[in-house]
């Protein structure tokens, strides 16, 4: 018997990719503009920049949820920019994705929500779809709220509900748009906490788009700054030998330290 194939230590490549949106007047507006990037396996890297810099077009470009225009797109191992539509569909089970308005069914409950991606792509049998519902709903801390409805939930669980939902199908990667925009600032703590353990413990790999510095600080291992649709430059937070070219990137800088990694998670964690 073959031994099995070790994790490919790339988990994203994102090779020239390019993306153009049709401006209504006529025209096009390039919102990613040749972007080369690599996400290890087992990462997690922040995309940060300002408003309209790209960020969101290029998190979706790692799920084909936005097409390149050119340039390849390879996730786990599959060049998603080859593949048919079945193989594409396949292919993206592998890759979870969270929002920041969380995008869960109203009318079903908390279990039918972490349910509904093993239902339309999995033939599970009721038992074992019961327990790898019940076992995505204990790693995000809400094993309780089983039969809840999203509108009984406050906002932090909501997002716990997603993070679940996306952990359903046991994918390698995960991407995160603006997954705390929407929570305080102890909620945020917690979720942060929550992506951080199960980056640790299943070993997922994580992107993660915020506007916020401090989530970015106190989550990432790396940081890549989007200015004007390309990658202005890329770091390891813990890196301080090289100087920063960004604004951002020198904001950042705080944010590497083991002063702030002890005030952000606490002794315990940091
Ligand atoms: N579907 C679309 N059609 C037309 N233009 C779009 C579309 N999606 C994005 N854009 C434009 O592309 C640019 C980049 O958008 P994107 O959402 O990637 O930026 P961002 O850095 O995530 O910004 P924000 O932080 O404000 O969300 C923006 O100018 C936006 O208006």
Known sequence: MNAPLPPPAVAIRL?????????????TF?????????????????????????????????NLLERPDRGSVTVDGAELTRLG?????????????????????????????????LRIHDAMNAPRLKARVEECL????LADRAASYPAQLSGGQKQRVAIARALASQPAVLLCDEPTSALDPETTRELLETLRDINRQLGVTIVIV???????????????????GIVAEEFSLDDHSAPRKTALGRELAYYGTEAFAAAAWGDAHA
Do not use: Y
């Open 15 to 27: 090779d020239d990719v390019a993306r153009s949106f049709a401006l209504p007047g006529g025209g």
């Open 210 to 228: 915020s506007h916020e510095l401090q989530v970015l600080g106190t989550l990432c291992d790396r940081v890549a700054v989007i200015e004007h």
């Open 30 to 62: 390039a919102a990613v503009r040749g972007v080369t990037l690599e996400v290890r396996a087992g990462e997690i890297v922040g995309l940060v920049g300002r408003s309209g810099a790209g960020k969101s077009t290029l998190l979706r470009l790692m």
């Open 138 to 141: 204990a790693l995000v801390g």
């Open 85 to 117: 539509k079945r193989e594409l569909r396949n292919a993206r089970r592998r890759i979870g994705m969270i929002f920041q308005q969380f995008n869960l069914l109203q009318n079903a409950t908390v279990f039918e929500n972490v349910a509904f991606p």
